[in-house]
């Protein structure tokens, strides 16, 4: 009959949703989940190598530099004079050529010693901190500026090897001892702030500063 098809449906829909709650499967969980925050990983900074104040590698005794002498070792001293001194040992501190060395500077750090054959000093030189001219209170690590104010008449630098170059106060030649600066820098590089590299006094020769060993 037309008029039961109507509550038939009804029925049928009914017992449907009643099956479907019967299940024995679970309820759908629905609500959305929350993902764990990120644990912060703890970071340590590297670590900062401690500041270290690099030392001398010498010494050197207070000596005054003068044309021709340092300290009370001057250019000319023979043998027995200079062992008088106590300044200077038997033994290179350089190079095999060499004879003796300043007792003070065994390796020859600073400050540097030749000789002719038989022992004569014929040059010596300064090349580290310490040691200053009697005339201007010069060093090494002064500069050419400072060099200049001392010497205003100083001669123009001359390349003399290994990117450095050489400059000599007038009056210091034709037989007079010698007053030598090493520049750290070739003579078209020199500025006032180029620093002194050595300083040599010698016996009426320009000096060697890059001697050969």
Same mark, same amino acid.
């Given at each position: 009959?037309?008029?039961?098809?109507?509550?038939?449906?009804?029925?049928?829909?009914?017992?449907?949703?009643?099956?479907?709650?019967?299940?024995?499967?679970?309820?759908?969980?629905?609500?959305?989940?929350?993902?764990?925050?990120?644990?912060?990983?703890?970071?340590?900074?590297?670590?900062?190598?401690?500041?270290?104040?690099?030392?001398?590698?010498?010494?050197?005794?207070?000596?005054?530099?003068?044309?021709?002498?340092?300290?009370?070792?001057?250019?000319?001293?023979?043998?027995?004079?200079?062992?008088?001194?106590?300044?200077? &040992?038997?033994?290179?501190?350089?190079? /095999?050529?060499?004879?003796?060395?300043?007792?003070?500077?065994?390796?020859?750090?600073? $400050?540097?010693?030749?000789?002719?054959?038989? &022992?004569?000093?014929?040059?010596?030189?300064?090349?580290?901190?310490?040691?200053?001219?009697?005339?201007?209170?010069?060093?090494?690590?002064?500069? !050419?500026?400072?060099?200049? &104010?001392?010497?205003?008449?100083?001669? /123009?630098?001359?390349?003399?090897?290994?990117?450095?170059?050489?400059?000599?106060?007038?009056?210091?030649?034709?037989? $007079?001892? !010698?007053?030598?600066? $090493?520049?750290?820098?070739?003579? &078209?590089?020199?500025?006032?702030?180029?620093?002194?590299?050595?300083?040599?006094?010698?016996?009426?020769?320009?000096? !060697?500063?890059?001697?050969?060993?």
């Amino acid at each position: 009959m037309p008029g039961m098809a109507r509550p038939l449906i009804i029925a049928a829909a009914l017992l449907l949703a009643l099956t479907g709650c019967s299940s024995d499967d679970p309820p759908l969980d629905t609500t959305p989940t929350r993902e764990p925050a990120p644990t912060a990983t703890p970071t340590t900074a590297p670590a900062t190598p401690p500041a270290t104040t690099p030392t001398p590698s010498t010494d050197l005794p207070a000596l005054v530099i003068r044309p021709g002498a340092i300290g009370d070792a001057r250019v000319g001293m023979t043998r027995d004079e200079w062992s008088a001194t106590g300044l200077f &040992a038997d033994g290179a501190a350089i190079c /095999e050529g060499e004879m003796i060395h300043w007792r003070d500077d065994p390796d020859g750090a600073g $400050l540097r010693v030749l000789t002719d054959d038989d &022992a004569t000093i014929t040059q010596l030189w300064v090349t580290a901190p310490g040691p200053v001219t009697a005339h201007g209170d010069l060093q090494v690590g002064s500069t !050419y500026g400072d060099l200049r &104010a001392a010497f205003p008449t100083l001669t /123009e630098p001359v390349d003399d090897g290994f990117d450095q170059s050489s400059v000599y106060p007038p009056g210091e030649e034709d037989g $007079l001892p !010698y007053l030598g600066f $090493l520049l750290d820098a070739p003579a &078209a590089e020199v500025t006032v702030d180029t620093p002194i590299a050595a300083i040599a006094v010698t016996g009426g020769e320009p000096a !060697y500063f890059q001697h050969d060993c």
